[in-house]
């Protein structure tokens, strides 16, 4: 099995940025991709980002698309998520997942093919 740990997450206002990181241990060589999703109170969890582990293939949810991304660091087992120009619906718990099924790079967006699942952080974006 992997283990996921996440960190970075806090308050900042509109505008701002933050850098959420994810630390897997474990199983990692059979991880094939990561992502980031979150959930705004009272909503579905929902895609933010994933990026495959070995060609850096990435995908974006829309609304985020020109201000995260999403990078790995295969030799630190780590993936992180640079978040500009924060909005205050970008308010939410982000959870790092990892999957080992391997997939078209548009399905990376689906929940259910993520086997791994780290505690989540909170952020939270002030207008």
């Known amino acids: 099995q992997a283990q996921l740990a996440e960190s970075g997450g806090g308050s900042e206002q509109a505008g701002g940025s933050l850098r959420l990181s994810c630390a897997a241990s474990?199983?990692?060589?059979?991880?094939?991709?990561m992502g980031w999703f979150r959930q705004a109170p009272g909503k579905e969890r929902e895609f933010v980002a994933a990026?495959?582990?070995?060609?850096?293939?990435?995908l974006y949810e829309d609304s985020v698309k020109g201000r995260f991304t999403i990078s790995r660091d295969n030799a630190k087992n780590t993936v992180s998520l640079q978040m500009n120009s924060l909005k205050p619906e970008d308010t939410a718990v982000y959870y790092c997942?990892?999957?080992?099924?391997?997939?078209?790079?548009?399905?990376?967006?689906?929940?259910?093919?993520?086997?791994?699942w780290g505690q989540g952080t909170q952020v939270t974006v002030s207008s």
């Open positions: 474990g199983r990692t060589f059979s991880v094939y991709a």
């Open positions: 997942a990892a999957r080992r099924r391997i997939s078209p790079v548009p399905q990376l967006r689906v929940q259910t093919g993520y086997e791994y």
């Open positions: 990026v495959t582990w070995s060609g850096g293939y990435t």
